[in-house]
């Protein structure tokens, strides 16, 4: 499994941006970047993904680099209830079509503060 | 759409006994993953059902066991308990045949052993 690298906390005032970065140098050139997040005591939510060109969605950006070791999660108005652990995960295929399992870390617990 | 359901949501069990946890997986889907998430950890894979077979297991004892069933449903066993079997336990569903699809998670089960 490729690893990820990801730092333990981040602050963010609200309504600013938020940039989350990770690390995933091992990456392989089929492997996908996932980033997922939990909120407190829920189960993971499902933000976005990518293989090498920038993906936006409504909720965040994610800007992968072109060498493909890092990326980066942009909330891009950050609010109180994006108060979460961010998991940056690096897809591992498990077979043909879309059997693979998610190897998480302990991801990122990013603290939007008022 | 219910997404995916779990039951119990809690639940306390005395050491050395059996306990079964229960998953529906999202409408559409037919591959369901369990994982455990110990206290302050990210989510550890243990393993996959699809077609009612396990296809892929994590770094998990056999005291671990599921089983699916026709309807795409889940149930996972853990005979034996342990103290350290204490965790959420979460249950994620996705659907084979379309490539990139993402993981959708339940709330999770939070089991405790005394």
């Known amino acids: 499994d490729a690893k990820t690298t990801q730092p333990p906390s981040m602050d963010c005032a609200e309504g600013r941006a938020a940039n989350l970065p990770c690390n995933h140098s091992?990456?392989?050139?089929?492997?996908?970047v996932y980033w997922y997040r939990q909120i407190h005591s829920q189960g993971p939510q499902y933000i976005i993904h990518?293989?090498?060109n920038n993906e936006t969605n409504e909720m965040a950006s994610l800007i992968i680099t072109e060498d493909r070791k890092s990326s980066t999660l942009i909330l891009p108005h950050a609010t109180l209830r994006d108060t979460a652990v961010y998991y940056c995960?690096?897809?591992?295929?498990?077979?043909?079509?879309?059997?693979?399992?998610?190897?998480f870390g302990k991801g990122t617990l990013l603290t939007v503060n008022p | 759409d219910a997404g995916v359901t779990q039951s119990p949501t809690h639940l306390i069990k005395t050491r050395g006994q059996q306990v079964t946890l229960r998953c529906s997986p999202k409408?559409?889907?037919?591959?369901v993953s369990w994982y455990q998430q110990a206290l302050g950890q990210g989510p550890q894979f243990i393993f996959q059902y699809y077609e009612e077979e396990e296809r892929q297991r994590g770094n998990f004892p056999d005291r671990f066991s599921g089983h699916q069933f026709p309807n795409y449903s889940s149930e996972l066993n853990v005979n034996a308990l342990l103290l350290g079997d204490s965790a959420l336990y979460l249950c994620a569903s996705s659907r084979q045949g379309l490539r990139n699809t993402e993981a959708f998670f339940g709330q999770g089960t939070r089991l405790t052993v005394v």
């Open positions: 990518g293989l090498k």
């Open positions: 995960i690096v897809r591992v295929g498990l077979g043909g079509g879309s059997n693979y399992k998610l190897t």
């Open positions: 409408s559409g889907h037919d591959t």
């Open positions: 091992t990456i392989s050139g089929n492997e996908y």
